[in-house]
């Protein structure tokens, strides 16, 4: 079956840098577009990257010029590099893919920015 497992989340001070990766397994991971989004406590889900096969990216304004997302087709993994952290970017990040056959998530990873 799809599996995406997050990794690399952790506590930051504002201004740091963390590198998340979202490993996957159980389908053709080169042929599918890959997104991370988040989700702070009461707060809507937001999407933070998006990187389709052929590696274009898109990004919302609210984090443009400090995340930037990757993709190893040959690991089957999308990264998510994050820096100038700030405190409204604490979240929980999950990576999800909208395959042909299914939208498939991670169980996410936390990431929180605090002095």
């Known amino acids: 079956q799809v599996q995406l497992v997050e990794s690399g989340g952790g506590l930051v001070q504002p201004g740091g840098s963390l590198r998340l990766s979202c490993a996957v397994s159980g389908m053709l991971f080169r042929a599918n577009a890959m997104n991370w989004h988040r989700q702070a406590p009461g707060k809507q889900r937001e999407l933070v990257a998006s990187?389709?096969?052929?590696?274009?990216?898109r990004y919302p304004d609210s984090v443009k010029g400090r995340f930037t997302i990757s993709r190893d087709n040959a690991k089957n993994t999308v990264y998510l590099q994050m820096n100038s952290l700030k405190p409204e970017d604490t979240a929980v990040y999950s990576c999800n893919v909208d395959a042909i056959n299914g939208v498939y998530w991670g169980q996410g990873t936390q990431v929180t920015v605090s002095s």
């Open positions: 990187i389709t096969s052929g590696g274009t990216t």
